[in-house]
């Protein structure tokens, strides 16, 4: 396993913080060389010599100038995001379209970016972080399940267009991840709802869940890096859920 990543080059977005970082260190431990790209210029340089992969200063907002970039990596983790919580009626219309382009448009540009390299090589996977709200809804976040639903279909047809040419793509769908998004999402969350944020997670966040904890990052990330290798070639299209088992009901 330490090494069935070697000769690959992975780009993992919003791979400074979070998920994203612990992908990037699983990837470049079975020997991905990694590209950490991430607004955060200094995270992202920080983490790349951690690791001995190089950084990319991007912010993916600016959807414009990735729909000339093409990029050379064999594996791209489409992780950047980020989460607004609002009713409807209040949710402000320009983060709204900040949300789809960073976690839809983004994507779209990225894997379209990538695909000429992937079908040269005949090898390519594209991990697509989508969530449960890929796959389920939640009130008060309009704009993250939408991005996320989208993200779902762009992948099962980035799968069927890709296959005949060596490239996978897949979605992986965690539930709740101690990062620094579900520590802002646990005060917004008590805000909507009025709760101290000690009782959101068992009252809120967590109350369907058969295994009543936050998902490690680094277990999204070994289930990233199986995506990527070898020996998930007839995997895609796929949705995965992480979410001890809340989803399941
Ligand atoms: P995080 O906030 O810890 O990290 C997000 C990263 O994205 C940061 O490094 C940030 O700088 C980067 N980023 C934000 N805006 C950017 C931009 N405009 N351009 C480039 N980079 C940008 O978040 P996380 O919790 O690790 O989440 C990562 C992904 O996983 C997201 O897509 C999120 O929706 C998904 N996810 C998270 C959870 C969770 O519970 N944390 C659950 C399901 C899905």
């Known amino acids: 396993m330490e090494h069935e990543l070697n000769g690959r080059k992975a780009l993992v977005t919003g791979g400074a913080s979070g998920i994203g970082a612990a992908c990037v260190r699983e990837l470049a431990a079975r020997g991905a060389k990694v590209v950490v790209a991430d607004v955060d210029a200094d995270g992202a340089a920080a983490l790349a010599d951690e690791v001995g992969g190089t950084s990319w200063a991007v912010d993916l907002l600016d959807v414009d100038s990735l729909a000339t970039v093409s990029l050379d990596c064999d594996i791209l983790v489409n992780n950047a995001g980020i989460q607004r919580i609002s009713p409807i009626e209040e949710f ?50 309009s704009a993250y399940v939408s991005a996320k639903h989208g993200l779902e279909g762009l992948s099962k047809v980035t799968a069927l267009e890709g296959g005949e040419h060596g490239v996978t793509s897949n979605c992986v769908n965690p539930g709740y991840v101690r990062t620094p998004l579900v520590e802002k999402q646990l005060a917004d969350q008590a805000a909507v709802h009025g709760i101290p944020e000690s009782e959101v997670l068992a009252k809120v966040m967590l109350t369907e869940a058969a295994i009543k904890r936050l998902v490690e990052p680094e277990e999204v990330a070994s289930l990233v890096a199986w995506l990527a290798s070898d020996h998930a070639g007839m995997v895609t299209g796929a949705s995965y859920t992480m979410d001890g088992g809340w989803s399941a009901k």
Do not use: C, T, W
Request: hydrophobic share 50%; net charge positive.
């Open 92 to 141: 402000d219309p320009v983060q709204f379209r900040r949300i789809l382009a960073l976690m839809l448009e983004a994507p779209f540009l990225l894997i379209r970016a990538a695909l000429p390299h992937m079908y040269a090589n005949r090898f390519g996977r594209i991990i697509n972080l989508s969530s449960v709200h890929g796959i389920r809804a939640s009130p008060f976040k």
